[in-house]
């Protein structure tokens, strides 16, 4: 892409776990980034459009993250409203950080693709990372998971995978109108991965599966935007009921190269003293 390297790519959720990630890279490189947050300038918010204009002002592309999440009722709405302002502006390549088996993020993907935008999407599992970046922290500390899932098999991808997958599709050629299906390598319960993140930490953590009226009730103790309780009640009783119980070649197909394995994932964040009291 000649003009990747002069204009700016507009990173929306610059500052969450993706985005963040993809930016160090991308800045790396020395491609010019623009953080898309609240915090940021000029400051972008999903929720005021008047925001979305001065973002895209003379960017190359754009790496769409929505917040809180893709997967919450009027997501998609919004995404299409946004892509097709950016293409008027004559911003056309668009990448979208997806999640899989989730009703709202797939309307989202059509109506992207239905934008006029060079588009590519980035269909994920379960972030991996959520257990270290997250609401998880806390209770894996205390030595107790807590959660109304059973032994359905998850396959976590790690985040450095997406953002690498991110970088290449931005940067390279041949991925416009390309969907790709980012897992790890293996499928795990939610109980072996708390049994893996032990093991490399070094402690006693156990895993307990409650139900969902304990969960909606432990949820609300902690004071979350409702939008954040809404979306941890759609993931837990609805997206992870064995629909995503597959492993795809996404990482394969982007990046030449084996998906993160999550023990892998496990060891080297123990070692950072993140699960450690």
Known sequence: MTNTTTKPILILGGTGKTGRRLAERLTARGIPVRIGSRSATPRFDWEVPASWAPALEDVSAVYISYYPDIAVPGAAEVIAAFARLAVRHGVRRLVLLSGRGEHEAQRAEEMLKASGADWTILRCAWFSQNFSEGFLVE?????????????????????????????????????????????????????????????????????????????????ASHELPPEIVWLLDELFTQVLDGRNESLTDGVQRVLGRAPKDFFAYATETAATGIWSN
């Open 139 to 219: 209770p894996l500390l205390a030595g107790e998971v807590a959660l109304p899932v059973g032994p359905v098999g998850e396959p976590f991808v790690d985040v450095d995978d997406i953002a690498d997958a991110a970088e290449a599709v931005l940067t390279e050629p041949g991925h416009v109108g390309q969907l790709y299906e980012l897992t790890g390598p293996r499928l795990l319960s939610f109980a072996g991965a708390v049994a893996e993140i032990a093991k490399a930490a070094g402690r006693d953590i156990r895993f307990v599966r409650i139900s969902h009226d304990e969960f909606t009730t432990a949820v």
